[in-house]
């Protein structure tokens, strides 16, 4: 048995060295803790392997399977930040949105109370003009 470690981004490290993009490791190469961090991680895929089963494959086989772990890993990572992006935009939208509506309302609190205070000066003129002495009308 031989323990089968594929790395979507050569050259990363983990657990104490760079990785390349596919390598095959003694089964006793790694600790379980070690075994279960590259798990954690979506960048490593972990494969227990038989060894006369790989001996078997070709170098087209084992590149196919190479490339379809890859492209498995992008698109999962693709569709991630495109959820991410939706979501970020979203908020977005949303702060904006808020942003605009408490405008508006401020906007609209501040012309009510200049209405107000104008339908107040027209009341009180109202007043003066109804309470003024209504002038003569001049003899000929």
Same mark, same amino acid.
């Given at each position: 048995?031989?323990?089968?470690?594929?790395?979507?981004?050569?050259?990363?490290?983990?657990?104490?060295?760079?990785?390349? !993009?596919?390598?095959?490791?003694?089964?006793?190469?790694?600790? %379980?803790?070690?075994?279960?961090?590259?798990?954690?991680?979506? !960048?490593?895929?972990?494969?227990?392997? *038989?060894?006369?089963?790989?001996?078997?494959?070709?170098?087209?086989?084992?590149?196919?399977?190479?490339?379809?772990?890859?492209?498995?890993?992008?698109?999962?990572?693709?569709?991630?930040?495109?959820?991410?992006?939706?979501? !970020?935009?979203?908020?977005?939208?949303?702060?904006?949105?808020? %942003?605009?509506?408490?405008?508006?309302?401020?906007?609209? *609190?501040?012309?009510?109370?200049?209405?107000?205070?104008?339908?107040?000066?027209? %009341?009180?003129?109202?007043?003066?003009?109804?309470?003024?002495?209504?002038?003569? !009308?001049?003899?000929?």
């Amino acid at each position: 048995m031989k323990i089968h470690i594929i790395c979507s981004s050569p050259g990363m490290w983990r657990n104490g060295i760079p990785h390349p !993009a596919s390598e095959f490791y003694p089964a006793d190469r790694w600790n %379980e803790k070690e075994l279960d961090r590259f798990k954690a991680d979506p !960048a490593f895929t972990v494969r227990e392997v *038989d060894e006369t089963a790989e001996n078997t494959m070709t170098d087209a086989d084992f590149q196919l399977r190479v490339d379809a772990e890859v492209k498995r890993q992008v698109d999962a990572l693709k569709d991630s930040l495109q959820a991410g992006f939706a979501n !970020a935009v979203k908020d977005a939208v949303a702060d904006k949105t808020a %942003e605009l509506k408490a405008g508006h309302d401020n906007a609209m *609190d501040a012309l009510g109370k200049q209405l107000k205070t104008a339908n107040e000066a027209v %009341e009180d003129l109202q007043a003066k003009l109804a309470a003024a002495p209504k002038p003569v !009308a001049a003899k000929k």
